[in-house]
């Protein structure tokens, strides 16, 4: 079976890589540049998800490592020139003018400062849990947000960076979901994820089976972190302007981000892709809303935030009705597919599975 599930996976990946391919030349910037949001959307939903959903941490945080990914790419991709220009109100810092990289390493860079500021949030915050931790990481997401908008000459305060080179396509940024997955899935599956999900459902007992709690904790929240940051990079060179609004890298993309992890399933890498889906195109398609239409021979007004007023009662239809979301806990399997096509594969029984291992060692 796992041999069946390499080659399919192999097999989608290079039809998907083509479609990616064929959507670069064919499709309009419009439906490209949504193409492209799902899968930064799906980055912070499954990076968020391995702290809150397998986890078991009720981190409200996500923002602000988002926010120190997106800054610290972007002051490394601006050319020195660049920065002069968009720093009229106090000169930039001077040791920053001059450093430059390029995106990959830029990206790189933002997943790694947001993963050291989440060990040195981590070790005191993690201490606490529930409610208490949610309002401290949520906390520092607001700190982080309000030191961008006062420092002016890292961050250009208010102004923002602008002019960001637009280097997020459908290849870097389906690309790094696709590493996004493969690390994580790898974690969940190994020793350590089998940790976290002891450490979900039950803390004590996990701590009584000699399980240390803190350690594990911490790993997955500077895991997602990293992710975070990574997501960021890529969000603020497809945005190619960012700035510290609450709009933009405030409270409200937590709850963005948690809404698409709740919407798919709450512990599911699956249905986090799934949910950053739903919810990028229902962002995006809703927008219309906010714009004069008419309905039933009735002419209604463009009404600012309409779409979100809709997004939310669909939240909160789902949070009474679909509790467990999408797919809940349940994971994409190809067996479960083949299955419902009428496709069975056959199991190797134990005595099959143990007299192969004894021939391999023999």
């Given at each position: ?74 002051l490394l991709t601006l050319e020195p020139f660049q ?280």
């Amino acid at each position: 079976m796992k041999k069946i599930n390499w080659t399919l996976n192999l097999i989608t990946i290079v039809l998907f890589t083509l479609f990616l391919s064929y959507a670069q030349g064919n499709f309009d910037d419009y439906t490209l540049r949504i193409i492209t949001l799902i899968p930064i959307y799906a980055i912070m939903s499954v990076s968020l998800n391995l702290i809150n959903g397998i986890t078991g941490i009720f981190s409200l945080g996500h923002a602000g490592f988002v926010l120190l990914g997106a800054y610290t790419s972007a002051l490394l991709t601006l050319e020195p020139f660049q920065k002069e220009l968009s720093y009229i109100i106090v000169p930039i810092q001077p040791w920053l003018l001059n450093l430059h990289a390029n995106f990959l390493v830029a990206t790189l860079a933002g997943g790694v400062i947001a993963a050291i500021f989440a060990f040195l949030i981590g070790w005191p915050t993690l201490k606490l849990s529930g409610d208490y931790l949610a309002i401290a990481s949520l906390g520092f997401a607001e700190i982080a947000r309000v030191l961008a908008n006062n420092l002016i000459s890292v961050t250009n305060g208010p102004l923002g960076l602008k002019g960001l080179p637009n280097y997020t396509n459908v290849y870097w940024s389906w690309g790094w979901l696709l590493v996004t997955l493969i690390a994580i899935i790898s974690l969940v599956k190994s020793s350590y994820g089998r940790a976290l999900i002891a450490i979900r459902e039950d803390s004590i007992a996990a701590e009584s089976m000699g399980i240390n709690v803190f350690k594990h904790e911490l790993m997955a929240f500077v895991f997602g972190a990293f992710f975070a940051g990574i997501s960021g990079s890529l969000y603020a060179h497809w945005l190619t302007t960012i700035d510290p609004r609450i709009t933009t890298f405030g409270p409200l993309l937590t709850f963005y981000v948690l809404i698409m992890v709740v919407l798919g399933g709450l512990g599911s890498i699956t249905g986090s892709i799934i949910g950053a889906g739903v919810f990028a195109l229902m962002f995006e398609y809703l927008r219309s809303l906010e714009e004069p239409f008419d309905i039933f021979g009735i002419h209604v007004p463009g009404i600012p935030g309409m779409r979100m007023l809709v997004i939310s009662a669909i939240f909160i239809f789902i949070m009474i009705f679909w509790q467990k979301g999408i797919m809940g806990r349940a994971e994409f399997s190809w067996e479960k597919l083949l299955k419902l096509f009428g496709i069975k594969i056959k199991k190797p029984s134990l005595v099959e599975i143990y007299m192969k291992k004894e021939g391999e060692s023999k």
